[in-house]
Nanobody
Framework: QVQLVESGGGLVQPGGSLRLSCAASGSIFRFYAMAWYRQAPGKQRELVARISSGLITNYADSVKGRFTISRDNAKNTVYLQMNSLKPEDTAIYYC????????WGQGTQVTVSS
């Protein structure tokens, strides 16, 4: 069983930065695409960024140029660097991965507010 554990969320002022981490258990991590999703109150969960096993990345239009997804297969960890944060980035951020994206983390709260 693969477990995904997120960390790095918190409260930040508009324009600030945060880096989220997602640590995955299991040696199969490097074979799968990993992704970050987010869900704001009253809204559906949406894809924020995705990175394939071959390091190809995709981003939601709303975060392009501000967020960067990366992975360290030696550490079984995927990261989301978030810069120039806006209040509308406030959400619970979830790590996702595994075959057909079947594994989810518990989520980490990101709040952007002055």
């Amino acid at each position: 069983q693969v477990q995904l554990v997120e960390s790095g969320g918190g409260l930040v002022q508009p324009g600030g930065s945060l880096r989220l981490s997602c640590a995955a258990s299991g040696s199969i991590f490097r074979f799968y695409a990993m992704a970050w999703y987010r869900q704001a109150p009253g809204k559906q969960r949406e894809l924020v960024a995705r990175i394939s096993s071959g390091l190809i990345t995709n981003y939601a239009d709303s975060v392009k140029g501000r967020f960067t997804i990366s992975r360290d297969n030696a550490k079984n960890t995927v990261y989301l660097q978030m810069n120039s944060l806006k209040p509308e980035d406030t959400a619970i951020y979830y790590c996702n991965g595994g075959s057909a994206g079947i594994y989810w983390g518990q989520g980490t709260q990101v709040t952007v507010s002055s």
